[in-house]
């Protein structure tokens, strides 16, 4: 009977024991089979998390960022404490304890399966199997994933410290709001960096990760009260805090940014504009889209951020000035039912939807606004952010006379007689406060509208090209496309200079006589007549007063005696084009460019003619802070020495390329320093320090232009329809972008100063008649006189013509330039005063190529 006892015992026993052998062998062989193809571990070693990249401006104040995850990196070591020790209260009490997976989580989490027969199921993931399923795992819930997690947990122990694990889950976690990380998501909620977090702050946080959704600081505000206060308690009974932290925590009351509790981080960074968006696309194609968004990059941009409003609103008024003037109220883009402008909290909801442009300021900021009722006389409006008076605000009749509304079939209404006539109720419009000159003070509401027309602005240092001003058009929030860098243009007449250049480069001179008369060429599209915006001609006339007044004739027949091709490789050496066409056309600016390489180029003209590379960012830096871009590669002497002698600065060594003779440099600025001080540009553009530019028209004025620059400062203007199309009788390069030029340029040159155009060695000044070329004496004066800047060791040959090649008729009726009197007054060096004969006529030429 025993030894049967002791049998059954033993099989019971051998039982059990290979029963649990086999369950030990079937446990490792289903380890064994999901562990042989896992991802490797080890990478998370060397992991570095998609981060936030920023752009700082000069002054090292951030002004905009870029990223997909909003995710800023903190190592460990950098993050408080308290931070941590509310995510382990919340989601892992053992963390410390366990080997990446902690049985007892797992053995309850299961017990509460089957006791609720599926209806709860919840995680019983430690942190560090949370980091494997983050970053090397589906988030899906299945065995088959635990089991993985469990494996990749276990060896990721065994290869990362417990810290390291941690700085891992607290960088990557999201925490809703488009926040990715503990320090992202404290700046989010709160406004703070994580130093500054107090244990309910850090408790907040850490309820988060379970389901940021579900716990919304607004919409969910009672649940993640109660989820934090359990955190809190978690904390204290961890021994993180003590009952009285734990008692006077857990009584702080719910605060979040999203509750208005705290100003939004976003609130201290401007809108975003052309700048910066140039900046991303250019950086992008640089470093790749991918790295330039997830890089962490720091990047430090030219921009100067006292004259970039200064630009902005320098090419808004323009462009508002010259849409006022059309006198035509176009329909507004967008409507809001009235049916959802009930009371005021109903239109104000209504209102903060609609997309509109909210970064217009001109003569004050710009507000959305909707038509809440029309009146016989006037219409009531709601403004945006703007508090409601007892008697509400409104547009009076005074305020639309200015202007005929536009139908829907592009006909016109009569002249606005009341506010009615050009408003419906639901319309969404600008408006913004008048005021009064004297005071200050509120006079009335007035409406606004984003003109059609559209243009673009840049400055740069002429000699580093630090773009330190650029502006795309109106609004960049009602129009991203950067037309000071994206949009192709026909530059017209401020293309002139580039077949000047190539002219004085080839041995001609200020001084070289060209005939302006009319021309006709046979093209395969027809017969070519160009001819001068005047419509006139007027016969001999130097190269200066060529470029002065814009002379379309003489430039065509300068090209034609050059060789386009030549003018070509000019134009392409200044970058201007990659491949321009050498027909004759494009001598006068008819191919296309951008203003960004038209400003560029020009400032190659104020340097002396060494090359620039145009650039919106000084230096990159990685999220290590290694350089890994820097602009300026000059050398700069003395800049390591702790002082100076006094008077002395330090010596900065140019590596910079020559693209142009320094003499052909100062004989073209110097020519363009006429056409603003006597030529296109007089009566616009006038600076207390040396300045020197080109206007420029195209035909039927669908673009205008000027470029000018300073000895330091370079910047060009251009304005037209996105679609081009004529903007009308009188429209001009001088008229409509010198003013933008000139209200810039004022403030620019308060800041960066200005002198004289530095005047290279190896020449010497001759005075001429800038009129008729004729030489004159060295002490001659008057109105006429002009010392011309010529190279040493030539002759120049006064007298000499060039028609270009073209055949002209006898007796052209020729216009007499506009002066005086058809001769010339100049004083002598012995003090006499003297008259010079008149231009020459065709009376006195023949005609035929070189004279």
Not at 57 to 72: C, M, N
Not at 145 to 161: N, Q
Not at 451 to 475: H, K, T, Y
Not at 622 to 650: Q, V, W
Request: glycine share 10%.
């Amino acid at each position: 009977m025993f030894r049967f006892i002791l049998s059954f015992l033993g099989g019971i026993f051998t039982t059990i024991t290979m029963g649990l052998g086999m369950v030990v062998l079937s446990i490792g062989a289903v380890f064994w089979v999901y562990g042989k193809d896992l991802p490797s571990h080890e990478s998370l070693a060397q992991y570095a998390p998609p981060t936030i990249s920023r752009i700082y401006s000069g002054q090292g104040q951030i002004i905009d960022e870029f990223a997909k995850e909003r995710r800023l990196f903190t190592p460990a070591e950098d993050i408080p404490d308290l931070v941590k020790q509310a995510f382990i209260s919340a989601e892992d009490k053992n963390f410390y304890q366990h080997d990446g997976y902690d049985l007892r989580g797992i053995g309850a989490a299961a017990i509460d399966a089957v006791k609720s027969r599926g209806q709860d199921v919840r995680g019983a993931s430690t942190i560090t199997q949370q980091v494997m399923k983050n970053f090397l795992l589906s988030g899906d819930r299945r065995a088959e994933r635990k089991i993985k997690e469990i494996i990749l947990a276990s060896r990721l122990e065994e290869t990362l410290e417990k810290d390291q694990i941690l700085e891992l889950y607290l960088n990557e976690i999201f925490l809703g709001q488009n926040s990715y990380g503990v320090t992202a998501a404290a700046q989010t909620y709160f406004n703070k960096p994580l130093s500054d977090l107090t244990a309910h702050e850090a408790a907040f946080l850490a309820s988060l990760p379970k389901a940021p959704s579900d716990y919304h600081p607004v919409r969910q505000r009672e649940r993640l009260q109660a989820r934090r206060d359990f955190v809190l308690k978690e904390m204290m009974e961890n021994g993180y805090i003590s009952q009285a932290e734990y008692e006077t925590e857990v009584a702080a009351p719910l605060r979040s940014v999203q509750n208005g509790d705290f100003e939004s981080f976003r609130a201290e960074l401007p809108p975003r504009d052309y700048f910066t968006d140039e900046i991303r696309r250019q950086l992008s194609e640089d470093f790749g889209e991918g790295e330039f968004f997830t890089g962490g990059l720091s990047v430090r941009a030219t921009i100067d951020q006292d004259l970039q409003p200064i630009a902005a609103e320098s090419l808004r008024r323009a462009l508002e000035e010259y849409d006022r003037r059309q006198g035509i109220w176009r329909a507004p883009k967008t409507r809001i039912d009235p049916e959802q402008l009930g009371d005021e909290t109903a239109w104000r909801t209504a209102l903060a939807a609609v997309e509109i442009a909210r970064d217009i300021d001109l003569d004050g900021p710009w507000y959305p606004a909707v038509v809440l009722s029309v009146g016989e006389t006037s219409a009531r409006i709601g403004i945006e952010g703007v508090v409601e008076d007892e008697d509400g605000h409104f547009i009076p009749a005074q305020d639309v006379t200015w202007a005929r509304k536009k139908r829907r079939d592009g006909s016109l209404s009569g002249k606005a007689q009341r506010a009615g006539d050009l408003l419906e109720v639901g319309d969404v419009v600008h408006v913004r406060a008048m005021t009064s000159d004297e005071d200050d003070s509120f006079i009335r509401w007035t409406l606004r509208q984003v003109p059609e027309v559209q243009g673009g602005f840049v400055a740069m240092d002429v000699n580093s090209g630090r773009v330190i001003s650029m502006q795309g058009g109106f609004s960049y929030q009602d129009s991203v496309f950067n037309r000071a860098t994206q949009a192709r243009r026909q530059p017209g007449s401020s293309f002139k200079p580039f077949v000047y250049a190539s002219a004085l480069d080839s041995g001609y001179s200020p001084a070289t006589i060209v005939i302006d008369a009319p021309i006709e060429i046979n093209t395969p599209q027809g017969l070519w007549r160009p001819r001068n915006a005047s419509r006139e001609f007027y016969g001999p006339t130097p190269l200066r007063t060529g470029i002065e007044r814009s002379r379309n004739l003489m430039t065509v027949r300068l090209a034609q005696e050059v060789g386009m091709d030549v003018v070509a490789d000019y134009a392409e050496r200044f970058g201007v084009y990659d491949n321009m066409g050498t027909f004759l056309a494009n001598a006068l600016g008819s191919e296309e460019t951008t203003l960004y390489r038209m400003v560029a180029a020009y400032a190659m003209f104020a340097n002396g003619g060494e090359r620039v590379q145009p650039t919106l960012v000084d230096r990159v830096q990685d999220r290590y802070g290694r350089t890994i871009y820097r602009h300026d590669e000059r050398y700069c002497f003395d800049c390591e020495l702790a002082s100076l002698d006094p008077g002395l600065g330090p010596r900065i060594i140019s590596n910079r390329e020559r693209v142009m003779d320094p003499i052909t440099a100062y004989q073209l600025t110097s020519m363009m320093k006429g056409v603003v001080d006597r030529g296109t540009a007089a009566r616009t553009v006038n600076l207390p320090v040396p300045t020197a530019g080109k206007t420029g028209t195209t035909n039927d004025a669908k673009d205008v232009w000027f470029v000018g620059f300073t000895s330091n400062i370079v910047a060009g203007c251009y304005i037209g329809y996105d679609q081009p199309r004529s903007l009308g009788r009188g429209a001009s390069g001088g008229g409509m972008c010198g003013p933008v030029f000139q209200r810039f340029m004022e403030e620019a040159t308060q800041k960066y100063g200005g002198g004289p155009f530095e005047v290279p060695s190896g020449g010497r000044f001759i005075k001429i008649d800038r009129f008729t070329g004729a030489r004159l004496s060295d002490d001659a004066t008057g109105d006429a006189v002009v010392a011309e800047y010529f190279r040493s060791g030539e002759e120049p040959l006064f007298g000499v013509m060039f028609d270009g090649g073209f055949a002209m008729g006898q007796d052209l009726p020729l216009v007499q330039e506009a002066q005086p009197a058809q001769r010339q007054q100049v004083t002598t060096s012995t003090g006499e005063t003297v008259e010079v004969g008149p231009n020459a006529n065709f009376g006195t030429l023949s005609s035929g190529g070189l004279y």
